[in-house]
């Protein structure tokens, strides 16, 4: 899609941008309060916990027809 260019792919490229914003803000709240994980894998259980859901909707909204 954004590849393509266009309106589209200017929209695509601003929502893009929007959710990576609001999703790394919200994870550096959940660091600066204490819920990022206590050791190095807590901390990536948390860091996909957080992100991989936004990453599996992205990817079914980007494949679909």
Do not use: I
């Amino acid at each position: 899609l954004v590849a393509l260019g266009g309106a589209k792919a200017e929209a695509e490229l601003a929502r893009m941008v929007e959710e990576k914003l609001a999703a790394n803000t919200l994870y550096a709240w959940r660091v600066a309060s204490g819920r990022g994980g206590s050791s190095a894998a807590a901390a990536t259980r948390a860091l996909m916990g957080h992100y991989g859901p936004r990453v599996r909707a992205n990817r079914a909204r980007l494949t679909r027809p």
